[in-house]
């Protein structure tokens, strides 16, 4: 099984070139290219969203003060200073001093002069049992995270895809050229020896007129492939970069040939979009919860222990807890629950139609493997065959030259076994780029590119 790695890379300031594999010029591509760097940005979004979402669960410190005086007269001072705790689970610890006097105080809010203190717990029944709006958008927060992270996977691979075709389009013209100076060179050879044959009189003047007409029309295909060798080098320079600059490959750039092994991979569990479906039905899931979560009433409950601060004592001392402290409830229920059932429905609906876009999807991508797999098998044989053909059509070739220089054959028939010859070289060479295609196909569908030597 051949592999051909490519690219030989020369910066702008003309150092010597440097042949280096597929594998490290992806490596050079995901390193430098604006767009790797931009995948690389959009897979570290998530960790601040996540970060974001966090903040739901810190302390937060509040203080509130409110005084009047008119005419010499103190009318009020309230101060009320409060530490609330937020608990992932879905109450809050709280905590506070208090210290309100003055003329025209409301009796409700008259304190000590010491001032009050209290520490209490303030939930809603339903949320602690089930779940509450806090940890619903932390945990979206967290599967955002990973939808972001699979995006910049995508983004990488798609640009590693391209650059993995471009590179065997560069392959495909490269070894095309070859093919043609090496093709030139026979046809230059021929004509001088047809020429001279031809003036010491042992051949016609048409077998040099043939060779010559041979000869002209294999310069002419050479300066179309060094044309199109030219165009391909400047479309692999797109993914060059070096510390944010772009450059170009140099015309002394030449792909490398070498063997490589292909790896393996689970595609279902690392392709983008299947992972993007069952991230979507993960969130589906979470809203669904947190759906569910409304057929229930909001039973909301409170308790606070108030100390005197000047007198702080065990709240289980002379039944101190239950003789001081404030408690609150309340409870909102919507009778039918049209809200609720409107949105568990759509949600439930939604989740669905996900299922079914992930079964889509799965049989989709193992046809597509099968394809790329069933395709691989059928190019890795005709790569095989196409040598044994090179093989025997060189045997050919030299056997035709050789009763050519005794001046048993023809220019036109020594030109026949060429021909035949240079188009099984350039049929191997089409094999072998839509391997490498082949390949960049198959690891695109899993995600990721992994190539090992």
């Not at 165009?231 to 772009?246: E, G, M, N, T, Y």
Request: proline residues 3%; aromatic residues 12%.
């Amino acid at each position: 099984m051949i592999r051909y790695l490519l690219v030989l890379i020369l910066f702008p300031w003309n150092l010597a070139a440097q042949e280096i594999t597929l594998n490290d010029f992806l490596k050079l591509v995901k390193e430098n290219h604006p767009i790797a760097k931009a995948a690389v940005l959009t897979n570290s979004s998530g960790i601040w969203e996540v970060l974001q979402s966090k903040g739901a669960f810190d302390p937060v410190l509040n203080f509130n003060g409110n005084q009047k005086k008119f005419k010499g007269n103190d009318y009020f001072t309230y101060s009320q200073t409060q530490l609330k705790i937020p608990v992932f689970y879905g109450f809050d610890i709280k905590t506070g001093y208090e210290r309100n006097y003055g003329n025209l105080l409301d009796n409700e809010s008259i304190t000590p002069n010491s001032g009050l203190t209290n520490i209490g717990i303030q939930l809603s029944l339903f949320d602690v049992l089930l779940t509450d709006e806090r940890r619903y958008q932390y945990r979206t927060a967290k599967i955002n995270a990973l939808q972001l992270k699979n995006e910049g996977n995508k983004i990488l691979s798609k640009l590693l895809y391209d650059a993995n075709k471009e590179y065997a389009e560069w392959f495909l013209t490269y070894s095309y050229n070859l093919v043609r100076i090496n093709a030139l060179t026979l046809a230059e050879e021929r004509f001088k020896n047809t020429r001279s044959r031809f003036l010491g009189g042992d051949l016609p003047s048409i077998d040099t007129i043939d060779a010559y007409s041979e000869l002209q029309k294999r310069q002419i295909e050479l300066a179309q492939s060094r044309f199109e060798l030219n165009i391909k080098r400047l479309k692999v320079s797109i993914f060059l970069w070096k510390d944010s600059i772009p450059y170009n490959l140099s015309e002394s750039a030449i792909p490398s040939q070498k063997k490589a092994k292909k790896i393996d991979l689970s595609a279902d569990s690392t392709n983008p979009e299947i992972i993007k479906i069952n991230l979507k039905i993960n969130q589906l899931k979470l809203d669904q919860k947190i759906a569910f979560r409304s057929f229930f009433p909001d039973i909301n409950l409170g308790y606070n222990l108030l100390y005197q601060s000047d007198k702080l004592k065990s709240p289980f001392e002379d039944n101190y807890a239950g003789n001081n402290y404030k408690i609150m409830g309340g409870i909102y229920f919507p009778i039918l629950m049209r809200k609720s059932r409107g949105k568990y429905n759509l949600v439930d609906n939604k989740n669905k139609v996900a299922i079914l876009e992930l079964k889509d999807a799965l049989r989709t991508l193992q046809n597509n493997l099968d394809i790329n797999k069933k395709e691989e098998i059928y190019l890795n044989s005709q790569v095989e065959s196409q040598l044994q053909n090179i093989d025997i059509f060189n045997q050919l070739v030299n056997a035709e030259r050789k009763r050519f220089l005794i001046g048993e054959s023809t220019v036109f028939l020594m030109n026949a076994r060429e021909l035949k010859f240079i188009e099984s070289k350039y049929k191997l060479i089409d094999f072998q780029a839509k391997l490498l295609k082949n390949w960049g196909e198959y690891y695109y569908l899993a995600g990721r590119f992994q190539l090992q030597e």
